[in-house]
């Protein structure tokens, strides 16, 4: 399986069309394992993208007991074979309060490899996310943030209710974010051609029109 033409591919696609796509694959799952709840939003949005998960758990308000170097979740970057989306659970009881994404980080990110950034907490300097030429995704927006640290990496996490896991591969944009399995992947490329072509069929007007019955 080459995973780097698998991404390529499914550029040519949204998230919806994939959703779609993975219900004629496997039938319809537990929404929490297929896509992300409305409490996701988009903020510096350009068009679809589409990467491998590298993920972490931080606390961006408190400072905690134990936490690890934060280079660390960049070192997973940097080491995958694969464009990278940072997904990041922030795990503080006031969930939200802190940002957990801001300028340096999405340049630092762009640097290194990501493609995206993503995190179940807020986000902050869209101004200066925007110059680095990163799509982000937030549960949020705040100014500020308290002691910073990465807890975990590399490990599952819950974003607006989805499950991700390391190395799943994610198709973001504006509606949200599908998870698209690996064991599923292949089939699922091809499943999305087959859905493209029916929708757009059925918004013809024609189409329709002779469905209805209307001349």
Request: aromatic share 6%.
């Amino acid at each position: 399986m080459d995973i780097n033409k698998l991404i390529n591919d499914f550029k040519k696609y949204d998230s919806a069309t994939v959703q779609n796509a993975m219900i004629l694959v496997r039938g319809y799952v537990d929404a929490n394992e297929d896509y992300t709840s409305p409490d996701l939003k988009s903020y510096n949005f350009y068009e679809a993208i589409v990467g491998v998960a590298v993920t972490g758990k931080v606390t961006p308000l408190n400072e905690p007991q134990n936490k690890i170097d934060f280079d660390d979740l960049y070192r997973n970057v940097i080491n995958s074979e694969f464009p990278s989306i940072i997904v990041l659970q922030d795990i503080e009881k006031e969930k939200g309060r802190a940002a957990c994404i801001g300028d340096v980080m999405a340049h630092m990110a762009k640097t290194l490899g990501a493609v995206g950034m993503v995190a179940d907490g807020s986000i902050r300097d869209i101004p200066g996310i925007k110059k680095a030429n990163m799509p982000v995704w937030g549960t949020g927006r705040v100014p500020g943030h308290g002691p910073f640290n990465l807890i975990e990496t590399q490990v599952d996490v819950e974003v607006a209710n989805l499950i991700i896991h390391p190395g799943d591969i994610l198709i973001a944009d504006e509606d949200g974010i599908t998870r698209i399995p690996i064991d599923i992947a292949e089939e699922t490329l091809e499943k999305c051609a087959v859905v493209r072509e029916k929708e757009t069929n059925m918004m013809k007007e024609t189409e329709i029109k002779k469905r209805f019955g209307i001349d």
